[in-house]
């Protein structure tokens, strides 16, 4: 071992027990710390990937009532899965959740945190925290929370991708003998509640006597990538029976339910122009609302129109000129409003656009 890393290596050799007398202290009390069976962790922890502590707690209940078995989340039928999945967003993580429960129901729940890394949807984190917390194994759970507290108790300006690895590496030689799940939650609570992002509680902090930084002068900051920004037109087919929804078939939300859309920005006679050489005779447009919603990597620009019209919107044929439709008519499907509120999983992009029905 080198000098430096001999340092560094001794600096985190006192962790164990400046953090887990804290955290004995300390721990707030959550759904997902009642138990460690490694069902409850996993979900736990897909679900505290994309969502505060705070908005998870309900989510995680309800879901783990209806759902509180891996063998239940096999079973469950993907519409039901993804309603107790509305409000987490990424609903490809609900999808690859399931698929893992599958294969963990019938092969029982891996130990390690390289066979959890063979499961879907499960990456070094989150088979860190899951190894560690349920089954009591040396394996670091490096998330943002835990670079941040690391890089400035060390005071190591590297980029995060680089700590990420580093961190991992050099934290799994410090872990007690006992304690393993405790000692990765102690890491994770304290830059959760003490070492947060700007004006971290250093006065309060188990570490202050061994950090180099004691500030949020670390970690260096990531240079986030622009959004794209996108014009979306949503139209919002109602007749008798109710509204028409179709399951997307590409991009963001693939698979999920949602209106008609277009992407490009249209105006109330686009739309009627656009309506009529698709081949609809007797409708009404209803005044637009516009609204904008935010993704990791895209903003959608929205405007919805509500398209009033006892002709079948599924049987229209697009015209040839707009090449930007991202639904087809033909999938379009009429389901009441109280359907779609209660039963059915509309992503937030679109659930706006109820009160508009
Ligand atoms: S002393 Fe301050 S900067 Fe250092 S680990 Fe504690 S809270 Fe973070």
Redesign the pocket.
């Known amino acids: 071992m080198e000098t430096n890393e001999q340092s560094v290596h001794e600096i985190l050799l006192r962790l164990p027990a400046l953090l887990l007398p804290w955290y004995d202290q300390n721990k707030r009390d959550l759904p997902w710390r009642k138990n460690t069976d490694p069902y409850r962790v996993w979900v736990s922890e897909i679900m505290l990937q994309q969502t505060r502590v705070e908005a998870a707690k309900d989510h995680y209940i309800r879901f783990l009532k209806e759902l509180p078995t891996v063998q239940a989340l096999a079973e469950c039928p993907e519409e039901k899965l993804f309603k107790l999945w509305e409000g987490l967003g990424y609903y490809s993580r609900a999808k690859n959740l399931q698929k893992a429960a599958k294969i963990a129901a019938e092969q029982g729940f891996p130990r390690t945190a390289d066979q959890l890394k063979k499961l879907p949807g499960i990456g070094d984190y989150t088979a860190g925290a899951i190894a560690s917390i349920a089954f009591e194994q040396p394996s670091p759970a490096v998330d943002g929370n835990v670079i941040?507290?690391l890089s400035?108790?060390l005071g190591d300006a590297r980029d995060q991708e680089t700590l990420k690895s580093a961190f991992a590496r050099l934290l799994a030689p410090v872990y007690p003998h006992e304690r393993c799940g405790d000692f990765t939650q102690s890491l994770m609570e304290?830059g959760a509640t003490?070492?947060?992002p700007s004006s971290?509680?250093?006065l309060?902090?188990?570490?202050?006597s061994v950090?180099?930084?004691?500030?949020?002068a670390?970690p260096t900051k990531k240079i986030k990538a622009e959004r794209r920004k996108t014009d979306v037109t949503l139209l919002l087919f109602q007749n008798q029976s109710g509204a028409a929804l179709c399951k997307r078939t590409e991009g963001v939300l693939k698979g999920m339910y949602g209106f008609f859309m277009i992407e490009r920005a249209m105006t109330d006679e686009n739309v009627r122009t656009f309506l009529q050489s698709a081949g609809m005779k007797q409708f009404s447009v209803g005044a637009p609302h516009a609204h904008k919603h935010v993704f990791s990597h895209i903003e959608w620009n929205m405007r919805a129109f509500p398209v009033y019209s006892e002709e079948n919107a599924a049987h229209l044929c697009p015209a040839t000129d707009v090449r930007e439709y991202r639904s087809d008519f033909s999938s379009l499907e009429y389901f009441p409003k109280e359907k779609i509120e209660r039963e059915l999983s509309l992503p937030s992009a679109f659930r706006w656009c109820l009160k508009l029905l």
């Open positions: 941040r507290v400035r108790l304290l003490v070492c947060v971290p509680l250093c309060a902090c188990p570490l202050l950090c180099k930084t004691k500030s949020d670390l």
